[in-house]
């Protein structure tokens, strides 16, 4: 297997399909009203809002914008009422800053130099309101967390990957950027650098420290099961490269899982309790 | 016994766990197959309970004959045909023994079963987890022909549909429950199968989404010369019918005569290379 961009083309319309057809499903069988998600104006929320209201119908689809202070962006602004307007469904802003303020003073111990705590405190916070949202409405929450930075942790632990379901969890971030045009996103939303706002200026591939487009081939070749150095040699990187994405995909697992206990007894959660969602009471 | 029969095919959602919600669809489609005068109604891998049962799978198995084939055994003699469907099996020696399982009832009443042979334990399957592997290849007298049955996975090995076809099957039957991602790998690998052992080939598999898995649907009936004489929709909940007629086998047996060429001393070989892999 050669690593080139060929092997992560994806079929657009068929993902699309798919990813229809399991959120619908999904909705359904779980008796829920419709869909909440966080609108941030970055292609992964857009792109699960699009397919979200291919599924279930817009008017079944509530848009949560949440800027802050601290991170506020009028592109952004922008780009989220456009996105409501083309796919018509419903959005709210909930401006963040203050409730952020009480709870930064609400702390004893609160670090304001400590960026990534006060950081991830941003996406957990919007992720109460979601879940507000979605209890008040029996709306299910759709995470928008792509495969790229599921696999590496790039996330907030019970933040912004907090979700019932997460529609484009599979597919790697430049195949994102392969669906979203299909569905109609604007080419301006596509194409800006993506960020998880969490603080000013932060974008996600400077952070990172690769361009996605060698991110998701790195991330291809650990998940087709290539040794480090076949994938650094395919790549032209350096071993190096390969080791420090492989080390973050292999130290965020417990980000990926729920958490851990101990074996004490018969069956333990999830150990060996094995089931399926959406069973029928037997 | 009859050269020329008609096959229903039905690929339907299953809802887990609920076995009567799944009787009741079976009861419905072969009602609708007796209308179109079909002699046989297959339905698709685990289709009693839905595939994805994992730990309910102790709790939903049952013994063949048991309470769930009595129930689909009147149902076929209702309808006056035969009836293939998939349902997790439970041993009658043993709580926990357990097998992934085909069972055929007819107008006669309880034919048999096959024990699936080939457990997929890799990617999403877990089978290995929960059932036992079958070891017998039977084939199954009913006034259809004989018929050969085999189950999703077990298609991979040639060598089993080969050995119900030389039992004398001339119809085999493999029911499934095959994820999206498999699509390319079975509409291959059922041509192949059809016409290496120059044979109908009636696959069944499910449809609907189980724990994030979408099933494919795409049942279909081929040909000995691989040509599809039906095939159902993908994704969606489907029956079609299609007819088998022995007598198209004379021509494609002279001028494919695998049969005939079979290589019993290379059996041998295999399984000694086998055993050393």
Known sequence: ????????????AATQQKITRFIKDYVSKA??????????????????AALATTAIGANKVLGLYMPEKETYNKTDRKHVKLLAKKFKFQLKTINLTQTLNTIYKTIPDYDPKDKLSRGNLKARTRMLIWYY????????VAGSSDKSETMIGYYTKWGDA????????????????QLAPHLGIPPAIIKKPPTPALWPNQTAEEEIGLKYETLDLILYGIEHFMPTQTIAKQLHLLTKTIATVKKRWLQ?????????????????????FRLTRTTEAI | MKEEFKTALVQFPCKIGNKQHNINKIAK???????QKADIIIFPEMSLTGYTTRDLTYELAEEIPGPSTKKIGKIAKKENLYIIYGMPERSEKGKAILYNTAALTGPEGYVGKYRKMH??????????????????????ETNIGKLGIIICYDIFFPEITRALRLQGAKIIICISASPAVRKKFFETLTTARAIENTCFLAYVNLVGIENGLQFWGGSRLISPSGTIITQSRYNEEDISFGNVNYEDLRPIEAFVPTLRDLRPELYVTLKELSEKL
Not at chain 1, 133 to 140: F, G, I, P, S
Not at chain 1, 262 to 268: A, C, F, G, I, N
Not at chain 2, 128 to 135: A, M, Q, S, T, V
């Open chain 1, 1 to 12: 297997m050669k690593l080139t961009n060929k092997l992560l083309q994806i079929d657009p």
């Open chain 1, 31 to 48: 008796k829920a009203k419709g869909i909440v998600l966080g609108i941030s104006g970055g292609v992964d929320s857009a792109t699960t």
């Open chain 1, 162 to 177: 907090a979700a019932d379901i997460t529609p484009i969890m599979d597919l790697y971030k430049t195949q994102v950027r």
């Open chain 1, 252 to 272: 965020t697992e417990h980000k990926r899982q729920m958490p851990l206990t101990t074996k004490l007894e018969y069956r333990t959660i999830n150990a060996d």
């Open chain 2, 29 to 35: 489609y072969a009602k609708q197959a007796k209308k």
């Open chain 2, 119 to 140: 457990l997929p334990t890799h990617s999403v399957f877990e089978e290995k987890r929960y059932f036992r592997l079958g070891y017998q290849t039977p084939v199954f």
């Open chain 1, 133 to 140: 949202y979605a209890n008040h409405q029996r709306l299910l």
